[in-house]
Each structure stands twice: as C-alpha cells, then as structure tokens.
C-alpha cells in the first residue's frame, strides 16, 4: 500500500495568497483527519471526515481556513488569505472504523511557509 | 476535556543509555493510550500502544504499560541507539466510538554515539 500522500510536501508563497494542500487516504480507510504542527502550539487537530461528510470542524482557527472531501480518495485543505502565522506542517492522516483501535495512519506532511 | 502531558524536552542520552519518557493524561471513559514517533521530516508513525489497564504496548525495544491508577502511559526503552533519535508524542482516544487522537506536546530525543 502507498500509505496516506500529501502534495506538495513543501510550499513557499506570499501574504494574502490562496493555498491548497491536498491529501488521498489509504484506499479503504473512512476517516480522514486534518492536522497542524508548529512549535509553539505542537499538534492540532483542524477537522475530520468520515466517509467524507466533515464530523467536527471546531479546530479550524478561522473562516480563512476551508476543508472538502469530494470523495473517498481525495481531500483539500484551502487557506485563502494566508497569513505569515499560518506557517507550519500540515498533517493529513486516516484510519478505518474497526482496525486496530483507530490507529491513524500519517502522510508526510506540507511544510508551508507564509512570506 | 481529555489531554495528555509529557515531559518537556528536549533530550539527550549517550548510545546505550536507558530511556524513560513520562507521559500522564486526563481522560473521560476508558481511554486507548498510544505512542506515536516522528522521525526528522517525517509523518508520525504508531510505536505502540495499549487498550486497556495493565496492557504493555512494545515494538522495536520500546515498552509502555497502561497503568489506570496513575493515570500514566511512560515510554521505556532499556538501551538507546542513534536511530531512536526523534520526536515521541504520548496519545489517547477516548474510547468506544472516539476516533479523535489528542497528542501531548512531544518529546524530543537525541541520541549521540
């Protein structure tokens, strides 16, 4: 299996810019969950997906900050404006409803970074 | 709310030395414990974990055991190599029909020869 795969694993853009992440989950998996690293916060959950209907969206920081799920395999996440504060590893992970006590699987992340 | 609190970092430990992370959480039900180790400019990836109390997690040498009284999941590993140098984050879902993960901060370990 390829596991979870994010692209593009690294991005470099202005102020004010629109971004977008995208992440395809592990063929089968059900959930599919949104992350961000940074130091100062370390890991935050944004949204998750299940059998791509958003479950809980209460992480994501503002209204500049947008997720879909068009289908099983594929999801978006959409910054527009971007600030400099939202530099950071975005993490998308999934896991399968009955597997090994909701293990989440991680992709490689994007590393962003807001100019 | 649940949440879990590791010790601060970061680390640093000679080749073989022995390797304790403390990890504690708060937790509503009967929570899943897990470790998670990211390795530099990589995802996270599950070490091990445990489902219920007195379960010991291990996987590649690292041990962990549930212990439900302390409210504790440490992270042991009794002789370090270079390659354990990474980042672990102690985790916890909440139970049946939770599938959302809360991460401590993470613990940075480095490993000199």
């Known amino acids: 299996d390829a596991g979870v795969i994010q692209s593009p694993r690294h991005e470099v853009t202005e102020m004010g810019q629109e971004v977008t992440l995208r992440c395809k989950p592990i063929?089968?998996?059900?959930?599919l969950f949104w992350y961000r690293q940074t130091m100062m916060r370390g890991l935050e959950l944004l949204i998750y997906?299940?059998?791509?209907?958003?479950?809980?969206d209460s992480g994501m920081p503002e209204d500049r900050f947008s997720a879909k799920m068009p289908n099983a395999s594929f999801s978006t996440l959409k910054i527009q404006p971007s600030e400099p504060r939202d530099s950071a590893v975005y993490f998308c992970?999934?896991?399968?409803?009955?597997?090994?006590?909701?293990?989440?699987?991680f992709g490689p992340g994007t590393r962003l970074t807001v100019l | 709310g649940d949440s879990v609190t590791q010790m601060e970092g970061p680390v640093t430990l000679s080749e073989e030395a022995c390797l304790t992370i403390?990890?504690?959480?708060?937790?509503?039900?009967?929570?899943?414990l897990f470790w998670y180790v990211q390795y530099p400019g990589e995802g996270l990836q599950l070490l091990l974990k445990?489902?219920?109390?007195?379960d010991k997690g291990s996987n590649k040498g690292f041990e962990a055991t549930y212990r439900k009284e302390t409210t504790s999941f440490h992270l042991e590993k009794g002789s370090v190599q270079v390659s354990d140098s990474a980042v672990y984050f102690c985790a916890l879902t909440s139970g049946a029909g939770s599938y959302q993960l809360t991460f401590g901060k993470g613990t940075k370990l480095s490993v000199i020869p």
């Open positions: 445990a489902t219920k109390a007195d």
């Open positions: 403390n990890c504690t959480y708060t937790a509503t039900g009967y929570p899943s």
């Open positions: 997906f299940n059998n791509n209907v958003p479950i809980d």
């Open positions: 992970a999934s896991s399968l409803v009955g597997g090994s006590h909701n293990e989440q699987f």
């Open positions: 063929s089968g998996h059900d959930y």
